[in-house]
């Protein structure tokens, strides 16, 4: 999870080539995406200081020095600009499938890269005590209308997994369980944390619920008793 502001879906290349075999980035898309960032700045910054609720899309706009239509045109919603943070996560999971090696499965792919993350105290997974990391995951779970648009995240997360599993309905269904898997999680970590406990401490517990839980996923759920007669 990008914190720092920096839009995620772009990166930070330079005007170079990326050595990806990408095109170099142009003037004026250097200046978009500076654009981007300083408007995402200012945002947030008041967004911590004064709650989501108590500031307006104008002021945002005028504390980033441009207009309202302006604004938009970058973050379609007030809420994005909050959760524009998580979009260089919403494909993370189908890149982990896709990009995994030959002999490796999906969820062997999934469980390595979650406990990898939480091994480098990533944010996404929820274990991470940074303060500033904590003020930004309190700003969104306290916020109803920011939990509500994470879903839409979410929802598109899930719906690329499960382009990278096939695109079946049995590879909708495992995505589904999947994403549901990764966010329940992430969310129990953070409020643990939340709650007072150091990143070092839940992370045992962390990891032994997530092998746990990725258990459960290759296993599957318990099939349902005979009815009784």
């Known amino acids: 999870m990008v914190m720092n502001g920096e839009n995620p879906a772009n990166g930070d290349r330079s005007d170079s080539a990326a050595g990806d075999g990408s095109p170099p ?3 004026r898309e250097r200046k978009k ?40 045109r970058y973050f379609p919603a007030k809420e994005d600009l909050v959760l524009h943070r998580f979009a260089d996560h919403e494909d993370e999971a189908a890149r982990v499938v896709t990009d995994r090696a030959p002999d490796e499965t999906p969820l062997d792919a999934l469980r390595r890269h979650f406990l990898d993350g939480l091994d480098r105290r990533d944010p996404v997974t929820g ?3 940074a303060p500033h990391v904590l003020a930004f995951l309190r700003l969104l779970y306290g916020t109803p209308s920011l939990v509500a648009r994470l ?6 997360s899930e719906a690329a997994l499960a382009r990278a599993l ?11 369980q999947i ?3 990764q966010r329940i999680l992430a969310l129990e970590n ?8 150091s990143a070092d401490r839940v992370y045992a517990g962390a990891v032994q619920a997530a092998e746990e839980a990725f258990v459960q996923l290759r296993t599957g759920l318990e099939p349902p008793s005979p009815p009784r007669a």
Request: aromatic share 8%; proline share 3%.
């Open 33 to 72: 995406r500076l654009t981007y960032q300083a408007v995402s700045d200012a945002a947030i910054t008041m967004f911590l200081e004064r709650g989501f609720d108590k500031v307006s899309v104008a002021e945002v706009a005028a504390a980033a020095d441009i207009s309202k239509p302006t604004l938009f």
């Open 166 to 176: 096939g695109g079946r309905v049995p590879d909708r269904l495992a995505a589904g």
């Open 25 to 27: 980035v142009g003037l």
């Open 190 to 197: 953070w409020r643990r944390i939340d709650a007072g406990e």
């Open 179 to 181: 994403i549901a898997v």
């Open 151 to 156: 879903h839409a995240y979410q929802g598109r």
């Open 127 to 129: 274990l991470c005590d």
